[in-house]
Structure formats: C-alpha cells, structure tokens
T-cell receptor, first 115, second 117 residues
Framework: AQKVTQAQTEISVVEKEDVTLDCVYE???????LFWYKQPPSGELVFLIR????DEQNEISGRYSWNFQKSTSSFNFTITASQVVDSAVYFC????????????WGAGTKLIIKP | DAMVIQNPRYQVTQFGKPVTLSCSQT?????MYWYQQKSSQAPKLLFH???????NEADTPDNFQSRRPNTSFCFLDIRSPGLGDAAMYLC????????????????FGQGTRLTVV
C-alpha cells in the first residue's frame, strides 16, 4: 500500500538558517507523482511542486529546492536562508495508479522560523 | 485575487442542525474536491466532482453530501452535524484531462472552520 512518511513532526530554526524537510514514500507503481504543499496559519494549502517518477532532476525555485532520489524513495525539501514567512505546516503527498491518483498525504511537518 | 473562495471562513452550527458550506472558483476547472482536515492532521478527501460526475470516497459518512449546480460552485451539506464533524473543510479545484486524476496542480481555498456546539 502507498504511504508517505514525514518523520519530523516539528522543526524550529532561527531565521536565515537552512532547513530540510524530509519525505519518504512507498509505492508499488512505477508511475507516480510527488507533491509538496504549504499550509500557512491562514489555512489554505498552497501548491509548491509536483514531480513525476520519471523525472529525477532536482528542482530549484528561489530559496526552495527539492531533492528527489528514487534509490532511497525520498523527496526532500530544503529552504535556504529561511524567513519568518516560511513558518507553516508543510505536507508531502503521493499519487499513483493504485490510489487512482488520489493524493496520499504525509502527516505534515510544522516549521517554525524564529526571528 | 482569490481563485477558490470558500464561505464562510468560520461557521458555528448546533449539534444535529443541517449546515451548508460553499465553494466557488474562477479558474473554470473541471474538478472540484472537498477535504476534511482535523487539527494537526493531513487533509482527508471526502468526495470530488469530475465535471458533473460525483465520486464519493468509500469511507465518507452518509451524513456528508455534495452538490455542484454548475462549474463554478460546489456545496458541502452536512445533514446532522455531530461533535466529531468539527474540522476545517477545504475546497480545491484542478484541471484534469482523462479518466485518471493527475492532480496536476490543485488550488485550495482558505477553508471553512466548522464548530459544532
């Protein structure tokens, strides 16, 4: 069965530090998609990235970067030079054939950036 | 400008009294989703509409119903709210092609926080 594990329940760092949020997934399918969403205190979920299983290229978007490694079934998310506005809950999610492409969510990691 | 709008942001309802939450979108997306999110948990999909086709998750209680009168609007009806239904309810939309939902990019509203008293 599919599973997404975000082992870090809560991370607290001081502003300007780099921080990595871990995501490990399980799936039997060779075709699948991985996602990261941000949920700030205001409540809405903000889409950050979608990556398909055939594209292992790492992605960088400003201060955000993602490291996709199929060998370890991981899709980690790094924020460089963190800012207070990055404080939020971050969810990693998976969709695959078995789930009929419904999102399988991790439990989320609460990130606290202290000024 | 908000693209997925949920009203109201906060809703208080009495135990057992029917309540309706609304969602509208300006994206013209063909798929709309309703999620339930309880405190410190991941969102849980209740159901979704693919165009006019309604798709219920197997473990969604019968107490929860939905209506989609047109592309832009979708409603969540809770027929007899219980204390356990207190949660954040999130509406999302996406544009999908084909029979499988690829979740190309789901846009979420700000949610409605439901309190049951």
């Amino acid at each position: 069965a599919q599973k997404v594990t975000q082992a870090q329940t809560e991370i607290s760092v001081v502003e300007k530090e780099d921080v990595t949020l871990d995501c490990v997934y399980e799936t039997r399918d060779t075709t699948y998609y991985l996602f990261w969403y941000k949920q700030p205190p205001s409540g809405e979920l903000v889409f950050l990235i979608r990556r398909n299983s055939f594209d292992e290229q790492n992605e960088i978007s400003g201060r955000y970067s993602w490291n996709f490694q199929k060998s370890t079934s991981s899709f980690n998310f790094t924020i460089t030079a963190s800012q207070v506005v990055d404080s939020a809950v971050y969810f990693c999610a998976l969709s695959d054939v078995d789930s009929n492409y419904q999102l399988i969510w991790g439990a989320g990691t609460k990130l606290i950036i202290k000024p | 400008d908000a693209m997925v709008i949920q009203n109201p942001r906060y809703q208080v309802t009495q135990f057992g009294k029917p309540v309706t939450l609304s969602c509208s979108q300006t994206l013209n997306h063909n798929v709309m989703y309703w999620y339930q999110q309880k405190s410190s948990q991941a969102p849980k999909l209740l159901f979704h509409y693919y165009d006019k086709d309604f798709n219920n998750e197997a473990d969604t209680p019968d107490n929860f119903q939905s209506r989609r009168p047109n592309t832009s609007f979708c409603f969540l009806d809770i027929r007899s709210p219980g204390l356990g239904d207190a949660a954040m309810y999130l509406c999302a939309t996406s544009r999908e092609v084909g029979t499988n939902l690829l979740n190309t990019e789901a846009f979420f509203g700000q949610g409605t926080r439901l309190t049951v008293v």
